[in-house]
DNA sequence: TCTGGGGTCCTAGGACCC
DNA sequence: TCTGGGGTCCTAGGACCC
């Protein structure tokens, strides 16, 4: 709509996790360190002073990386990898265990810092950010380098910014020049900067999307671009196909969002081991009971409510299967979110041994917020009754 | 010993209503 | 009895992101 050029950056702190632990541990600074792993210790005194960490090739059990240092992604491992591969591939490294208090209030500090140079921030998560510079004066390498000054001021950390003239881009450059980096992209940069990239640099494309495309023999997001539409629609959704194209000519006309309501509240755990439907029945009743306790503590602490519950039960195999179930009405308490749940367990078969359990309440509502859809009700039952 | 946990959005099919 | 759209709600699964 707006006829104004806009000016988005994209702020992502560098290896956030572990640069936060090399701030507790600067001796580890250089080394490869990998977070993760739901039993990693945490590193213990030595009676001489010196600290003892755990080394990545001694871990035992399940769980995936959470982040590794540049140092360790040399080696090959990376977020979302397997612990007991990534113990393979770089068995000397240093494990330590993730600290999610300690990044969040990390993360609530260069926020803060952020949003005092640059208001119109929409949080991506816990370690990124989109900021809409439009309305801003100075120039975009001048305020790249203000906000890492800021961000370096307030946390001891680095981060890369990115800035172009829509989300899209702007996280496509923020990730050009990591660590440490501020890369400006304009119009005029698309063919020369971006479209040499593969396609799976564009956030929404991501491994499935990827492989397609590479079959249909089209690796860069230039050769995207290239590829008429009719293509790409034997291949995918319209939808998607026009979005491809969309995003392969950078076009992008998402808003920077400063506000977002919660859709829905969740909480899972995966077993240290596979767990029998009746041999472990107990167990999993008190899991259960445990993980909508926690669903109920989440949506107090947010102030929702909501009435479609479902469970989410995943089998040794891997086979994921999910249930849900519409209330009448919103629910927040922790026993009727058991009920519903017991409800849609009800309805999963149970073959084989159980990995992983969880429960989530969708169709959120702000309880005693004025709603529309309710007052038209009263509105129609008042007719009914006149 | 492959494969965490918390999310969002999309698709496709069925029920039900007009 | 058969045939139609359009719209909404619900469900299940999957892709994707951080």
Redesign the pocket.
């Known amino acids: 709509m707006s006829r104004v050029p806009r000016r988005v950056a994209h702020l992502d702190m560098d290896a956030f996790y572990a640069s936060v632990e090399l701030l507790r541990y600067p001796e580890l600074k250089g080394l490869p360190v990998v977070i993760g792993g739901?039993n990693a210790a945490q590193p213990s005194l030595a009676p001489d002073g010196t600290r003892l960490y755990s080394r990545l090739g001694d871990y035992?059990?399940?769980?995936?990386v959470?982040t590794a240092t540049y140092e360790a992604r040399a080696l090959g491992v990376h977020?979302?990898m397997?612990?007991?591969?990534a113990a393979r591939l770089a068995p000397d490294a240093i494990l330590l265990p993730a600290d999610f208090t300690r990044y969040r209030e990390y993360s609530r500090l260069f926020k803060q810092a952020v949003v005092e140079i640059a208001p119109h921030m929409e949080d991506?998560?816990?370690?990124?950010i989109y900021l809409d510079l439009s309305t801003l004066a100075q120039d975009s390498l001048t305020l790249a380098q203000t906000l890492k000054q800021a961000v370096r001021e307030a946390t001891g950390l680095s981060c890369s910014i990115g800035i172009a003239p829509n989300k899209l881009l702007a996280?496509i450059a923020s990730d050009l020049d990591k660590p440490d980096g501020i890369t400006l992209i304009g119009e005029g940069d698309l063919e020369r900067r971006i479209w040499p990239l593969p396609v799976g640099r564009?956030?929404?494309?991501?491994?499935?999307?990827?492989q397609r495309l590479n079959a249909m023999g089209i690796q860069t997001i230039g050769e995207l671009a290239g590829t008429p539409l009719d293509r790409l629609i034997e291949q995918f959704?319209?939808?998607?196909a026009f979005w491809l194209r969309e995003a392969a000519h950078g076009r992008d006309d998402r808003p920077v969002v400063m506000e977002?309501s919660?859709?829905?509240?969740?909480?899972?755990?995966?077993f240290?081991?596979d767990l029998h439907v009746r041999r472990d029945r107990e167990t999993l009743a008190r899991v259960l009971d445990a993980l909508c306790q926690?669903v109920a503590g989440?949506m107090s602490r947010k102030g929702v409510a909501g009435?479609?519950i479902?469970v989410k039960v995943r089998f040794h195999?891997?086979r994921?299967?999910?249930?849900?179930?519409?209330l009448p009405n919103v629910v927040s308490d922790a026993a009727a979110i058991r009920r519903a749940a017991s409800v849609?367990l009800g309805?999963v078969p149970m073959e084989g041994r159980i990995?992983?359990l969880?429960v989530?309440v969708?169709?959120l509502e702000v309880p005693g917020e004025t709603n529309a859809?309710a007052q038209g009700a009263d509105a129609l039952q008042l007719d009914l009754f006149q």
């Open positions: 739901s035992v059990g399940r769980g995936v959470t977020s979302a397997g612990m007991m591969k991506r998560g816990i370690d990124e996280k564009i956030n929404g494309i991501g491994p499935k999307a990827q959704s319209e939808r998607y977002s919660p859709k829905s509240v969740s909480r899972e755990t995966t240290e081991r926690r989440d009435r479609t479902g195999d891997f994921t299967v999910t249930r849900d179930v519409t849609g309805r990995r992983l969880g989530r969708g169709g859809q």
